[in-house]
């Protein structure tokens, strides 16, 4: 058995198209142009990358951006005052601080001052508070579990009562997803460095959610037949050739990488009934939602 491809490059494309058709109609109403602020602190590669690729969302779906590099060595009360005043700004409707900030500042205190109105990446403590108790909503759902369960309900996998497995308890993606799979009546595991016997804690999952930062990791024999599996991880390994000797870029002349997920994606596809590729899968539905809540966050300070 081969499963059936989870194309979540596709399925952002349909949130961004519908995102792009309901800024187009706000604008055509005279209504505000969703503006979405970034804040990047210091010159991290990959930072300035995430960051570089949500601002060409923005402006390819008919949203402004406003972004504010500051140096990595900015003080906590600096960039404090920055949220203050992208808080005060009617112009900016989210506020997004890229992750992870020097060691120097308390993110907690930078996350927590974001207005709850303007946290489109959803982070802020009282938008977890609201996701992790029963019979109430966030105002905004944190991007990448966002379109983890996305993908599952587009792909037509039945989660209510579903048993479900959640390798990571990060606060940016298997906590917050674990909690999704609550709300939607799964029965969830959350799986990390301590947990025993873990190959066969995941063989019962029917839908596992893979976010450990550990290249293929999970083993098509850790996998139940059928099950359908959500890839997060995002990791760089030698590319080798037959004889098993790495790779080298005429280029630069260095080994050349390939990305994997947390998932051996080879071994997997024989057994789930479901699966996101690497690269193509989860990534692309990180910034579609972000534009997603952006316009969102528009909308709610529309009803103010």
Known sequence: MTAQLIDG?????????EVKEKVAKRLAEGKSQPGLATVLVGERIDSATYVSMKQKACADLGMTSYHHPVPADITQEDLESLIRELNADPKVHGILVQLPLPSHL????VLQLISIEKDVDGFSPINIGRLAQKGREPLFVPCTPY???YLLKEAGVQISGANAVVLGRSNIVGM??????????ATVTVCHSRTKNLPEVVRQADIIIAAIGRAEMVRGDWVKPGAAIIDVGINGIPMLNEDGSPVISQKTGKPRQKLVGDVNFEEAKEVAGFITPVPGGVGPMTIAMLMANTLRAAEIQDAK
């Open 176 to 185: 917050p997803a674990a909690l999704l799979l609550i709300g939607e009546n």
């Open 147 to 149: 379109g983890c369960i």
């Open 9 to 17: 490059t596709a399925i952002a494309q349909k949130v961004r198209d």
């Open 106 to 109: 308390d993110e907690e205190r």
